[in-house]
């Protein structure tokens, strides 16, 4: 199975409030999975944690022009 429909799978089965990433890329797994928690309630958000600062402006752009800048919390380490 797709990575990408796993991850849709587990959180549509148990609607998590957070969602951590560590050592993303270019955020597309954290876009997909923003998409997928529901609207309804602020504190459903996921936190990214970037650990390459080679991919950190690219992460960043690429958040924003998802528009998911509220649904995704993203630090660089």
Not at 1 to 28: F, N, R
Not at 41 to 70: P, T
């Amino acid at each position: 199975m797709v990575l990408s429909k796993v991850l849709a799978e587990i959180i549509k089965k148990h609607k998590p409030k957070c969602i951590p990433e560590i050592g993303t890329l270019y955020e597309y797994s954290a876009i997909l999975m923003a998409n997928l928690v529901s609207n309804d309630n602020y504190e459903k958000k996921v936190v990214s944690i970037k650990l390459a600062k080679a991919f950190a402006d690219i992460a960043k752009r690429n958040i924003q022009d998802a528009g998911f800048q509220e649904k995704i919390r993203y630090y660089r380490w």
